[in-house]
């Protein structure tokens, strides 16, 4: 597994060990529990759960559960799925037990189910689950990686967003990423991105953050067609996505292909206009990507120049944050450069 390291760049006797932005943990809300909905239940199954929850027969109360999961019939399996994906919602210590019970190869088995609630249900508890740190392991070394992804392929939308967000809690273990990229998540979370809602594009672009550190990921996200969807994302100020579309960019921009397909795309006015109008969190995560686009590359700088990056640009190197300032004045320098139609670019 090749996972990218910060791209290292000196210019002018400036050394830029991270053209990526620091910040970036603040642009992504992590998948903390399930945000869906309560459950259907019967009013005396939710009351005998509760009070299990608040007792000390929690752990009674569990072992019957996955008991359930491995012998009950379908609508068992669904009041047992969405007991234990309660009682694993809040509290690191019910996830522990939970997992120590062994539920987790039981609700990795609903996954597969035809039943798509039953699967929904599976794939929350599951995501519940997979918050305590010390559950991923076992939660990934039990099968669930392919499960999940085919339950991102045929799920409910629900089901879709959680189980993006487990692959995601899972991707924080890098020996992950690799399986998950090669188990076809990739293509799956940028048509999530694309085509999902608010939530599920918020969920999509958390995890391909993190799935593409690794190499691999990166080629394979940009072959499944990312960067259409990204740009059109960063184009649009009211979609609320524009800093997480960019972060998932600036991590891709590493490899040639995602340069290529960024201008092909016509990513370069979309960046230039961000850096002229967008918040300073924004304009810095678009320079950084300029920077590495017309880095080694003629062609590249004469078509930033082209769309009118410098005023903003200088703009930016007077009023922006420290990193902005710095960065912005590298690019500007860059852009000013001797223009030659004869000089070979390199992507």
Known sequence: METEKPTNFSYMGRNFSDLSIDDSSSAFSDCNSDRSGEFQTASSQSRRFLIACASDNSDDLIRQLVGVLESGSIEEQKQAAMEIR???KNTSENRLKIAKSGAIRPLISLLSSSDLQLQEYGVTAIL????CDENKELIASSGAIKPLVRALKTGTSTAKENAACALLRLSQMEENKVAIGRSGALPLLVNLLENGGIRGKKDAS?????????????IRAVQAGIMKPLVELMADFGSNMVDKSAYVLSVLVSVPEARTALVEEGGIPVLVEIV??????????????????CENNAVHRNMVAREGAIPPLVALSQSGTKRAKQKAETLTELLRQPRSGNVAARA
Do not use: D, F, P
């Open 86 to 88: 309660l009682l694993a």
């Open 128 to 131: 519940n689950l997979s918050l």
């Open 206 to 218: 958390t995890a391909l953050y993190s799935l593409c550190s690794v190499k691999e990921n990166k």
């Open 276 to 293: 002229e109008v967008g918040s300073q969190r924004q304009k810095e995560i678009s320079v950084a990507i300029l920077l590495q686009l």
